[in-house]
């Protein structure tokens, strides 16, 4: 009888219990940022420790730029070809190499006059039996050699009059824009071999040291942002459905008589563990929904990691 009494009295008072006093654990937190490295360079330097505070665009770590300065100032020598070579096909030919082609189109025009008085003599002079066949053949050949050259020297002025066609130009211009983007992507290269802070916050680790190299995408800086502290906890199913966002919280940490106010930012649509839809009335209340809540504090300084436990006061559960 007196077992039957003792079960109904903790039935009655897991019924009377405060949902609001309910707490959910979990640890104090502030966003974690991990640097990583864009090429296995060796690390020349390492200009802070861990515990500092820096500020964005702080330097943490630099690794060594020699491979990407090489690399900039070849295609930066490149894109200045390109620039020069589209610059002129812009412009056109210049009038000094017009020039140079009238000048040789008279040459090979003179030319041309010189040898067809050779081959008329020579037609003359067989006429009258007094040279060989040979003879003529040879002031023919040279006749149409310098023709050839003639009809040549004409074809390349009338090029240069012409001037360059668009699609060359649309060639050249295509490539100059190319080497320009090369650049560009060097320059970002060369700025990456200094690890920099994108936050204002605190470091917290770094792995590496000077002379190591690190593979490529590994972390050689690990900072914790400054700005919202949050406790991350596990949230009950029970609670889970009487929570929504913007709900009033009470943050304890052990060594603190007065907890810290707060307010639910996120929670989890799904369980951390087994679904939902495999388990029964009972187990369904085991499960667990990962949540976030916002320290509205603005105390500093406050210990990041360390366990807490989270109660939504004024919570009710039908």
């Not at 149409?144 to 050249?172: C, F, I, M, N, W």
């Not at 199913?237 to 966002?245: G, I, Q, S, T």
């Not at 667990?288 to 504090?297: G, Q």
Request: aromatic share 4%; proline share 4%.
């Amino acid at each position: 009888m007196k077992i039957v009494v003792l079960l109904l009295a903790s039935l009655v008072l897991l019924a009377c219990e405060d949902p609001g006093q309910i707490r959910s654990l979990g640890t104090l937190e502030r966003d974690r940022i991990q640097l990583v490295a864009d090429s296995n360079e060796p690390i020349t330097r390492v200009r802070v420790r861990e515990g500092d505070a820096v500020g964005v665009d702080d330097i943490l770590v630099q690794q060594d730029p020699t491979r990407a300065e090489i690399a900039l100032n070849k295609a930066r020598a490149d894109a200045a070809a390109a620039l020069s070579t589209l610059n002129e096909a812009e412009a056109g030919p210049r009038a000094e190499a017009i020039s140079q082609a009238r000048a040789r189109l008279r040459a090979a025009r003179s030319a041309t006059q010189t040898a067809r008085l050779e081959l008329d003599r020579e037609l003359q002079l067989i006429k009258r039996n007094l040279v060989s066949q040979n003879s003529l053949d040879l002031a023919q050949g040279k006749y149409d050699e310098a023709y050839a050259r003639q009809t040549e020297a004409r074809a390349a002025l009338d090029e240069l009059l012409a001037g360059t066609r668009s699609e060359e130009v649309d060639q050249v211009r295509a490539m100059h824009a190319a080497a320009v983007a090369n650049v560009e992507d060097l320059e970002v290269a060369l700025a990456r071999t200094q690890v920099r802070a994108p936050v204002d916050g605190t470091v917290e680790v770094l792995p590496f040291k000077v002379g190591e190299r690190p593979q490529v995408g590994s972390a050689v800086a690990v900072l914790l942002a400054d700005g919202r502290t949050y406790a991350r906890v596990h949230v009950s199913e029970p609670l889970r459905a009487a929570l929504a966002v913007g709900a009033t919280a009470e943050i304890w940490l052990d060594g603190r008589a007065t907890p810290l106010a707060g307010s639910l930012r996120w929670i989890a649509a799904e369980a951390s563990f087994t679904p939902y839809f495999a388990l029964n009335q009972h187990d369904r209340s085991r499960l667990s929904y990962v949540a976030e809540v916002d320290v509205l504090d603005a105390e500093k300084n406050l210990p990041v990691g360390v366990p807490v436990e989270v109660s939504f006061p004024g919570l009710v559960i039908d």
